[in-house]
Nanobody
Framework: QVQLVESGGGLVQPGGSLRLSCAAP????????MGWYRQTPGKQRDLVAT???????NYADSVKGRFTISRDNAKKMVYLQMDSLKPEDTAVYYC???????????WGQGTQVTVSS
């Protein structure tokens, strides 16, 4: 079963930065629209950023101007550069296709991001 693997989370102070990585194996990775999602306890998983195979990006209003999604099709990796982090960015972050559940039917384990002083 193809497995998504997220990494790069951690504890950071408000205003700090983190870079998340997602390994997304598969022969058709380069044509997939990939996204980063986040979830806090008791709430639904929200889409925060997407990127097409050709590199066109889109962001949720809450992260626009602070987060940057990118990808390396040769390495089958998706990244999320998070700058000017706020406490409300605290969540478990996941990657998947947009919409999810197609090629990657199971979610990865996610990576915890905690923004706190």
């Amino acid at each position: 079963q193809v497995q998504l693997v997220e990494s790069g989370g951690g504890l950071v102070q408000p205003g700090g930065s983190l870079r998340l990585s997602c390994a997304a194996p598969g022969s058709i990775f380069s044509i997939l629209v990939m996204g980063w999602y986040r979830q806090t306890p008791g709430k639904q998983r929200d889409l925060v950023a997407t990127i097409t195979g050709g590199g066109r990006t889109n962001y949720a209003d809450s992260v626009k101007g602070r987060f940057t999604i990118s990808r390396d099709n040769a390495k089958k990796m998706v990244y999320l550069q998070m700058d000017s982090l706020k406490p409300e960015d605290t969540a478990v972050y996941y990657c998947n296709t947009d919409p999810p559940g197609g090629v990657f039917r199971s979610w990865g384990q996610g990576t915890q991001v905690t923004v706190s002083s």
